[in-house]
């Protein structure tokens, strides 16, 4: 019995953990993004047949469909990455000329392989 409450105990306490050292920076790095001067994490991002151009900040990034491997969906962002490695963010509310639905089947389109999450619980099964 000691050790079922023992087990349960560190799994609670490193859930936590992990939520407070990970997950809450990140939403944060979020936010504050998200806020400044009023435009969504100041990025521009153009799709064309060869990849993604990602445009943060003045800093201009490349990346393959190819590279994709999935996409989660949480309660306020959607997270694009790629092998352990988060490429980019956008806030749910930041498509202007599309739907979530067109953009998701555009990409699959692009890359079947990719995987896409909508999580229920938001971050805390994230990491």
Known sequence: MWILVFSLSLTIGHITLIYRTKVLPFLENVRINSSK???PNL???VYNEEGIKH???GESHE???SEIKG???FSDVIIVYKKREVIFYY???SFINTTEEEWV???KSKNPKIKVR???FDYIWYF
Do not use: A
């Open 37 to 39: 001067n009023g435009r």
């Open 43 to 45: 990025q521009e991002d």
């Open 55 to 57: 445009n943060v900040y």
């Open 63 to 65: 990346y393959s469909y």
């Open 71 to 73: 996409i989660y969906f």
């Open 91 to 93: 806030d749910r509310n």
């Open 105 to 107: 089947q555009f990409m």
């Open 118 to 120: 909508r999580f229920k």
